[in-house]
């Protein structure tokens, strides 16, 4: 529970991603400064230099664990927190970088570096769960600002936060936008995606790209079959699964039937 004597305290971590769910936080504008009254902002290095050491009542966590580094790191961070949240793909599911999960890591770092003797990384990408205990996961990449509220909301009232557990699919019923796969056959992860980006390609004639990660309980294997009727082959389909979220299970597993 926060702490009674004063108001709770955040801190805010980066592990390996691209900042942009940290920087939902800082797009909230106008809510953002209720937030610095309700929190005191204790570390937050994509925000300010200060920080306050000791112990805090909320992390969020962004980025995946891809270094023995971070891997003791988060360690230290879940002893330091009362309560962590992970927050965007990567801390959720390994993110674009789990890509590395599914191929030889020294291939790429001889592909990108020119001198990869000097680079320390681990074979593979994972989510902060598979690390430490985590009290909730908030999807998204990048994360919705409007559902990142909600969490802080909800710690601050001391329930568990609201969060969509439908798929993309009802969000374009609720906007009144024709299937993109019904209408123009385009492949579209909307049935088997965790909503909360409003629908936004499928509003533009566009398929979702599954960047809030899989819902519960997908049936994959049955878009597969869809996917197939519309004419992908058996590699186009594995690689529509690896994308933001490929190291989560469902994708994950649907994908590896797709391999040769």
Known sequence: MPRTDQKPRLAVWKFASCDGCQLSLLDCEDELLRVAGAVEIAYFPEATRSSIRGTYDLSLVEGSITTAHDAERIQEVRRRSRTLVTIGAC????????????????????????????????????????????????????ISKSQLLEVISAFLRGRRPVTPAHSVCLDCKLK???????????????????????????????????????????????????????????????????????????FREESERHEP
């Open 91 to 142: 801390a959720t599911a390994g993110g674009i970088q789990a890509l590395r999960n599914f191929a030889d890591i020294d291939d790429f770092l001889s592909a990108v570096y020119a001198h990869p003797e000097y680079i320390e990384t681990l074979s593979t990408s994972t989510p902060i769960s598979d690390h430490v205990p985590v009290d909730f996961e908030l999807r998204g990449c990048p």
């Open 176 to 250: 009144g936008n024709v299937c993109v796969t019904v209408a123009h056959g385009t492949p579209c992860l909307g049935p088997v995606t965790h909503a909360g980006c409003d629908a936004l390609c499928p509003s533009y004639n566009r398929g979702c790209y599954g960047c809030y990660g899989p819902k519960e309980n997908p049936n994959a294997s049955a878009l597969s079959e869809r996917l197939d009727q519309l004419g992908m082959n058996q590699d186009e389909r594995l690689r529509f699964y690896r994308t933001f979220n490929a190291w989560a299970d469902p």
